[in-house]
């Protein structure tokens, strides 16, 4: 599965701890932010973790946990 920016630039859907990622707009893309269509199953994902950058998520169906520290 890919996409594809404008400019021409493809990326590719990966596959990752239960999660399909899309990216929408990346750096590489020549953004300063990335956006992800995410796809996931229940009790996938990642496990806790920490970026040095913020997260925002928006969910369309079903639930999402998040834990903030």
Do not use: Q
């Amino acid at each position: 599965m890919s996409s594809t920016h404008p400019s021409g630039v493809s990326e590719r859907s990966h596959y990752v701890l239960g999660e399909t990622l899309k990216p929408l707009l990346t750096n590489v893309m020549g953004s300063a932010i990335e956006i992800f269509d995410t796809i996931g199953t229940p009790g996938g994902g990642p496990p806790p973790h920490t970026h040095a950058w913020e997260e925002i998520y928006v969910v369309l169906s079903g639930e999402m946990d998040v834990l903030v520290d």
